[in-house]
């Protein structure tokens, strides 16, 4: 008997492991690029880095994944269909023989582009709907192409996982960068010692080594786009980062092979996006980090500039000749008709005195009469040229309902499937 990935998310993550990414032969391969890996270099802009220290999280990385998936991916039946029939997610990945999630084939990948579309269809695809399924207010978050047409497009791509219905600087800092090379330029020693750097040096005069390359294009992107969160993968290996406030501090996780398991790269991914959205039990930074507030660039390769007063502020002297104490009149300094004002010599006016105003009656009867008294005071309408508040961003918390709340495990998009009573992936713990 066959069951479907969201009778057990977390049975169907325990199994899903990557396909293996099927390359075009070698020699066919190299032809077509015109390059090798040796020859292939990355262009990096001229411009101030001061990344300082790079923290390799090293095995701790893999216990927080497990211990994430383990507390908030849903083990029981969520009663609805594999397939978004409305939007079109779906399950891609397989796992064991007992989930029934159909074989997706595509073609080798010849070039970077295929790369990508395995990239999309597979963990991406997947992902994305188990983050669909277990936080459903994340519906409008997905991955996307950015493209800025560098001329890096034929051996550095960059996705985006992100709000595709709106632009703002709270869904920036939520978001994540997915960066890829294909592997026949990222190898697995290559992606190695990217993971070992300990710092990017800043104002070198040498050339920058491959990896100093690489970690000099991944912090020009986030900076960029004002996104911590970064994901850099060739599809057979995945390592994981995260830049602190200022950027010049980066954590990075060690590297995931495609095929590996506890945690697999489906596993990481769902931590990883989870962490950016600031989901429970997320990671967060680990250690304090001094920066400073100006470590941040602009586009146009300038330091952001914090403006000085250009002279001293002068304090004008008092015109008031006025010697008296607060306990006298307001009138004894002489202004009180300059200005029409609201509060009298003794205090508030009546009815509205410190008797009245201050004491609740015991009899709620009475307190709605002096909250409707109250209300009837206020202004009938706005006035022509007052403006709506504006609105506020819903905080990360909002995004996260309790999944395990059945209101939040269906949605318009999905149609309830009915699962018997007693079916054992209701309540079996894997």
């Known amino acids: 008997m066959s069951y479907r990935a969201t009778d057990d998310l977390q049975g169907y993550l325990k199994d899903a492991v990557l396909p293996r990414l099927k390359l075009m032969p070698k020699p066919e391969l190299m032809s077509q690029q015109g390059y090798k890996s040796r020859r292939t270099t990355l262009t990096v802009r001229r411009r101030r ?20 998936i383990e507390e908030h991916v849903p083990n029981r039946s969520l009663c609805l269909y594999d397939a978004d029939r409305k939007t079109g997610e779906r399950f891609t990945v397989r796992s064991s023989h007992r989930f029934n999630v159909p074989e997706l084939l595509l073609p080798a990948a010849s070039d970077i582009d295929r790369v990508c579309d395995w990239l999309d269809n597979f963990p991406f ?22 493209d800025d047409h560098s001329c890096d497009d034929d051996n550095f ?13 709270d869904i920036h800092d939520l ?4 960066a890829c090379q294909p592997p026949w330029i990222l190898s697995n020693e290559f992606m190695w010692q990217f993971t070992q750097l300990k710092s990017l040096p800043e104002g070198t ?3 920058l080594r491959g990896k100093e390359r690489l970690w000099g294009k991944l912090w020009d992107t986030c900076v960029h786009n004002q996104t911590p969160f970064f994901i850099l993968t060739s599809y057979q290996q995945w390592a994981f980062g995260m830049f602190s406030r200022g950027w010049t ?45 100006h470590n941040i660039f602009s586009d146009d390769e300038s330091e952001l500039s914090i403006a000085e007063p250009k002279k001293e502020l002068e304090i004008a002297s008092s015109l008031s000749s006025w010697s008296g104490t607060s306990d006298e009149p307001a009138s004894s300094a002489g202004v009180a008709g300059a200005v029409a004002l609201d509060v009298s010599d003794r205090g508030v006016d009546e009815p509205y005195g410190p008797d009245v105003l201050f004491k609740k009656p015991k009899d709620p009867a009475l307190v709605w009469q002096m909250v409707e008294s109250w209300r009837k005071e206020l202004p009938a309408k706005r006035a022509e040229n007052e403006t709506f508040p504006s609105p506020t961003f819903a905080t990360p918390v909002t995004l996260f309902p309790d999944f395990l709340d059945d209101s939040t495990t269906s949605d318009a998009s999905d149609e309830t499937v009915g699962v018997p009573c007693g079916h054992w992936l209701m309540s079996a713990r894997r």
């Open 157 to 169: 791509k960059k996705f985006h996982w992100t709000d595709v219905n709106q632009d703002h600087p």
């Open 125 to 146: 695809q997947t992902v994305q709907r188990v983050f669909h399924i277990m936080f459903p207010a994340t519906k409008d978050w997905g991955f996307v192409t950015l």
């Open 205 to 207: 005069t040498r050339p």
């Open 49 to 68: 880095r001061n990344l300082a220290n790079i923290v390799f999280l090293g095995s701790a990385f893999d216990e927080l994944v497990n211990d994430w």
């Open 175 to 178: 978001s994540v960068v997915v």
């Open 249 to 293: 501090t980066a954590f990075i996780s060690p590297v995931i092979d495609a095929q590996s398991r506890s945690p697999t790269v489906m596993h990481a991914l769902l931590y990883w996006l989870g962490s950016a959205l600031r989901a429970p039990g997320g990671f967060v930074q680990p250690v304090e980090v001094a920066e400073p507030v």
